[in-house]
């Protein structure tokens, strides 16, 4: 007698697990397929800025690429991908994010400031200082390490000798506030 209730309880189960709300079937006025499951709600920018200044400029990228990939391709995740990619030292992939960071947003002076550490890591002096100028400009001169920059850029510019006076010293990368890196003497 057992053997044959276990079928009818086994249908009604399945009939009122279809009925709840969790059920088999998603509202047919939900145009969105169901959510991935272990999906955070944590942005990835943040993540991606302590990742940085822990020295964890892969797992950054990782984190700022997730970031992208939740909010779109916006000024702040552009030119957090080029700078992850600065700090890796891969010169050609962040001079083309930051360059597309500072046509979305001509007016956002991080994108401008890093964009002119990668020229000048590059040797391209003029087109650094003029990066340099325009971030100066965006910032109101307000931020010191994009004043400090532009300094550099101009001194290197106009005396051709600088470069060799300033041979002795190594000069690093340093992450600065939210995005911006400054050139520091590594003495």
Same mark, same amino acid.
């Given at each position: 007698?057992?053997?044959?209730?276990?079928?009818?309880?086994?249908?009604?189960?399945?009939?009122?697990?279809?009925?709840?709300?969790?059920?088999?079937?998603?509202?047919?006025?939900? &145009?969105?397929?169901?959510?991935?499951?272990?999906?955070?709600?944590?942005?990835?920018?943040?993540?991606?800025?302590?990742?940085?200044?822990?020295?964890?400029?892969?797992?950054?990228?990782?984190?700022?690429?997730?970031?992208?990939?939740?909010?779109?391709?916006? &000024?702040?995740?552009?030119?957090?991908?080029?700078? /992850?990619?600065?700090?890796?030292?891969?010169?050609?992939?962040?001079?083309?994010?930051?360059?597309? /960071?500072?046509?979305?947003?001509?007016?956002?002076? &991080?994108?401008?400031?890093?964009?002119?550490?990668?020229?000048?890591?590059?040797?391209?002096?003029?087109?650094?200082?003029?990066?340099?100028?325009?971030?100066?400009?965006?910032?109101?001169?307000?931020?010191?390490?994009?004043?400090?920059?532009?300094?550099?850029?101009?001194?290197?510019?106009?005396? &051709?000798?600088?470069?060799?006076?300033?041979?002795?010293?190594?000069?690093?990368?340093?992450?600065?506030?939210?995005?911006?890196?400054?050139?520091?003497?590594?003495?």
């Amino acid at each position: 007698m057992t053997y044959i209730r276990a079928p009818f309880i086994l249908m009604a189960l399945y009939i009122l697990a279809a009925c709840s709300s969790g059920g088999f079937d998603r509202s047919q006025d939900d &145009p969105f397929a169901p959510g991935i499951a272990g999906e955070s709600d944590i942005d990835g920018l943040i993540v991606g800025h302590r990742l940085m200044q822990a020295g964890q400029f892969e797992l950054a990228l990782k984190a700022y690429t997730r970031a992208a990939s939740q909010q779109g391709l916006n &000024p702040d995740t552009l030119s957090a991908l080029g700078s /992850a990619n600065l700090r890796l030292g891969r010169l050609g992939q962040a001079e083309r994010w930051l360059r597309r /960071a500072t046509i979305e947003a001509p007016e956002f002076a &991080p994108a401008w400031n890093n964009l002119g550490v990668i020229l000048m890591e590059q040797g391209k002096t003029g087109e650094a200082s003029e990066a340099f100028r325009r971030a100066f400009a965006t910032d109101n001169g307000n931020s010191d390490q994009i004043r400090e920059n532009l300094r550099a850029a101009l001194a290197k510019l106009n005396d &051709p000798f600088y470069a060799e006076s300033q041979e002795n010293q190594e000069f690093e990368l340093v992450r600065r506030g939210t995005g911006d890196f400054a050139l520091t003497s590594a003495l």
